[in-house]
């Protein structure tokens, strides 16, 4: 029997998108809850720096971004499938709309005007995330203004991509691309209801809403940090899957350094051992836990040898 355990926190929006998957799929997993700003010292052993959330494990394999952690699951539990053939790739540029079009905006617009519910420390460390500068009140008053309309002028899109009765965002089946505007329309709950007056009134995108959020979480057990680290310890890595490398990839058996090339760039490195069109996994050594592979998505990653 698969353990999967999630690592993650209750108001991530992306942690919302792999918790709806898991539910999808009507599937029970362990939840361990890290903290929402850096340090992590309980999920660096496993993924050598990287620092977002969520962070997949399965023994000793760790599976960074919700973009692969999603493919994973569809691996192994191919049914219900989140990537129906024939919608799979609309699903995908639709997500990637969502995810670097839409959900920006609206973080901005969210997490400026609920100043007042955001935990201590939250700006200061998604500025340092960024590489930006810590924003004053006044920047982020700002920032709230500029994006409150790159929301409103999206919003009418989503209700106008499910006006011809379909029952989800890509045509016939669930797909990633509802999980993917859904977390970032999610995060307008995360804090407080304080915005929801911005997506009452598009009806077909409240009814949508409510059929994803219907579909719950699966069935998740608390499992202590410590635990997990133990898990990875007594666990080896799976054998990795037949390669798919262009000649100008890194050879396997590489040193490597991976970083995301957008944001929370911490770089991880490590011995290159399997790349293919989706999947870079390289396996690196921790002083906590041994010998650990570590998976990323090779759209969005940065590769290179060291
Ligand atoms: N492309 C990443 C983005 C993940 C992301 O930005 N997650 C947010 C939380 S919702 C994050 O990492 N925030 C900083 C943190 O949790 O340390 C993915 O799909 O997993």
């Given at each position: 029997?698969?353990?999967?355990i999630l690592h993650h926190y209750d108001f991530s929006n992306y942690s919302e998108k792999v918790r709806l998957a898991l539910g999808?799929?009507?599937?029970?997993w362990?939840s361990v809850v890290i903290p929402p700003?850096?340090?992590?010292?309980?999920l660096?052993?496993?993924?050598?720096?990287?620092?977002r959330t969520p962070v997949l494990?399965?023994?000793?394999?760790?599976?960074c971004d919700t973009?692969?952690i999603l493919?994973?699951?569809?691996?192994?539990?191919?049914?219900?499938?989140?990537?129906?053939?024939?919608?799979?790739?609309?699903?995908?540029?639709?997500?990637?709309?969502?995810?670097?079009?839409?959900?920006?905006?609206?973080?901005?617009?969210?997490?400026?005007?609920?100043?007042?519910?955001?935990?201590?420390?939250?700006?200061?460390?998604?500025?340092?995330?960024?590489?930006?500068?810590?924003?004053?009140?006044?920047?982020?008053?700002?920032?709230?203004?500029?994006?409150?309309?790159?929301?409103?002028?999206?919003?009418?899109?989503?209700?106008?991509?499910?006006?011809?009765?379909?029952?989800?965002?890509?045509?016939?089946?669930?797909?990633?691309?509802?999980l993917?505007?859904y977390h970032?329309?999610w995060f307008?709950?995360a804090?407080?209801?304080?915005?929801?007056?911005?997506?009452?009134?598009?009806?077909?995108?409240?009814?949508?809403?409510?059929?994803?959020?219907?579909?719950?979480h699966?069935?998740a057990?608390?499992?202590?940090?410590?635990?997990?680290?133990?898990?990875?310890?007594?666990?080896?890595?799976?054998?990795?899957?037949?390669?798919?490398?262009?000649?100008?990839?890194?050879?396997?058996?590489?040193?490597?350094?991976?970083?995301?090339?957008?944001?929370?760039?911490?770089?991880?490195?490590?011995?290159?051992?399997?790349?293919?069109?989706?999947?870079?996994?390289?396996?690196?050594?921790?002083?906590?836990?041994?010998?650990?592979?570590?998976?990323?998505?090779?759209?969005?990653?940065?590769?290179?040898?060291?």
């Amino acid at each position: 029997m698969t353990k999967l355990i999630l690592h993650h926190y209750d108001f991530s929006n992306y942690s919302e998108k792999v918790r709806l998957a898991l539910g999808f799929k009507g599937l029970a997993w362990r939840s361990v809850v890290i903290p929402p700003i850096a340090p992590k010292p309980d999920l660096t052993p496993l993924t050598g720096g990287y620092r977002r959330t969520p962070v997949l494990q399965v023994g000793a394999d760790v599976y960074c971004d919700t973009t692969l952690i999603l493919r994973e699951l569809e691996r192994r539990f191919p049914t219900p499938t989140l990537f129906p053939v024939d919608l799979a790739a609309i699903a995908e540029a639709i997500t990637y709309w969502a995810e670097n079009r839409l959900f920006r905006p609206i973080s901005l617009y969210v997490s400026g005007a609920n100043l007042d519910f955001l935990p201590a420390g939250l700006q200061v460390d998604r500025s340092i995330m960024r590489g930006l500068p810590s924003p004053s009140p006044e920047t982020m008053q700002r920032a709230t203004e500029r994006n409150a309309p790159l929301v409103r002028v999206q919003l009418p899109r989503i209700e106008a991509m499910l006006s011809d009765g379909r029952p989800w965002i890509a045509g016939h089946a669930m797909t990633v691309a509802d999980l993917a505007i859904y977390h970032a329309l999610w995060f307008f709950t995360a804090r407080s209801p304080r915005l929801l007056p911005e997506i009452a009134p598009f009806e077909r995108i409240n009814a949508w809403m409510s059929c994803i959020c219907a579909i719950g979480h699966g069935e998740a057990t608390p499992l202590s940090s410590a635990h997990a680290l133990g898990i990875a310890t007594d666990a080896v890595p799976k054998a990795p899957r037949e390669p798919m490398c262009f000649d100008e990839d890194p050879g396997l058996g590489t040193m490597v350094r991976i970083r995301a090339d957008d944001y929370g760039r911490d770089p991880v490195e490590g011995k290159l051992i399997f790349l293919d069109a989706g999947e870079i996994a390289i396996s690196r050594e921790d002083p906590r836990v041994g010998t650990v592979a570590v998976h990323f998505p090779r759209l969005g990653y940065d590769l290179r040898p060291l």
